[in-house]
């Protein structure tokens, strides 16, 4: 029998903890608390095929929402240094490999959040993986998505592009790293805008209109000066993402307001904060 799918399968006999159960040919046992009621001998129930603690097979009478032919949302529940648990709707819980993380930690899914999954065997496991755009799309239902629209969506992929998000209707949203503020993790619900609809796909932002932002992007960059003393005027857009996580064009925007408010000056070609206005 093969672990990670659905089976009917016929009670052979009942034993002290379990039951014994068969297709036929091989047999497989059922623990009791994988029992959903009563069960008599030749009934046929449908049980999803496991690997327990042992890593023995062994089945139960709870469906997962995500099994070997059929991926779905799984939600996350520990966090370990071998990668993230996800529960799939029984009582193990599966493993997502750190191998199918980033490999930066701070990316990871913390506790409830969203993933959509497919279970893989490796050996004598079961893993979990989040499943790739393009078997995604293979399962999206149909929803309607306009420009303008505020969307709820998981972040299910991080690229250097940004991130890959999908509804709860395994809608594929692209939210670009220049059109969010601050670093997103895996499985993370957000609310994002539609700004664009085109042959590449759908397009986001997180970030407020230019007047409610350009007040943030000051401060963030106000700050960085109280600490650092001094930008230089020709920096690289790399160097204000890694800093100021916000595009070029956000960030002139915001020091050309400061600089004309008198709040930052320019000496020696560097953005200095105005000491004498501001002993004022």
Not at 40 to 58: G, H, I, M, W
Not at 230 to 247: A, C, G
Not at 255 to 264: A, F, N, T
Request: hydrophobic share 40%.
């Amino acid at each position: 029998m093969e672990a990670g799918i659905i089976k009917k399968l016929k009670v052979l006999r009942k034993t002290p903890i379990g039951y014994m159960l068969t297709d036929g040919v091989e047999e497989v046992f059922m623990h009791n608390n994988e029992a959903l009621y009563e069960l008599t001998n030749n009934d046929v129930v449908e049980v999803f095929l496991y690997y327990d603690s042992e890593r023995r097979l062994a089945s139960t009478m709870m469906i997962p929402n995500v099994t070997k032919n059929n991926p779905g949302w799984a939600t996350s529940s520990d966090v370990i240094d071998l990668g993230v648990f996800v529960n799939i709707g029984i009582n193990k819980g599966m493993l997502i490999p750190k191998d199918y993380l980033p490999y930066d930690k701070n990316l990871w899914p913390k506790e409830n959040d969203k993933l959509f999954c497919i279970l893989k065997e490796k050996g004598t496991r079961l893993i979990a993986k989040v499943v790739n755009n393009n078997d995604a799309k293979k399962f999206s239902l149909e929803e309607t998505i306009k420009v303008d629209d505020i969307v709820k969506a998981y972040v299910n992929r991080i690229n250097d592009e940004g991130y890959i998000l999908y509804t709860e209707n395994l809608s594929i949203i692209y939210l670009h790293k220049t059109q969010v503020r601050s670093k997103l993790h895996l499985g993370m619900e957000v609310e994002v805008k539609i700004t664009r609809i085109d042959d590449r796909g759908i397009h986001s932002t997180m970030l407020e209109n230019k007047e409610n932002m350009i007040d943030k992007d000051k401060e963030v960059i106000l700050n960085y000066l109280k600490e650092h003393k001094f930008i230089y005027e020709d920096v690289t857009p790399e160097f204000v993402l890694e800093n100021f996580n916000m595009s070029k064009k956000a960030y002139k925007r915001a020091l050309g307001s400061l600089y004309k408010e008198r709040i930052i000056q320019i000496e020696n070609n560097k953005y200095i904060l105005n000491i004498l206005d501001n002993k004022k």
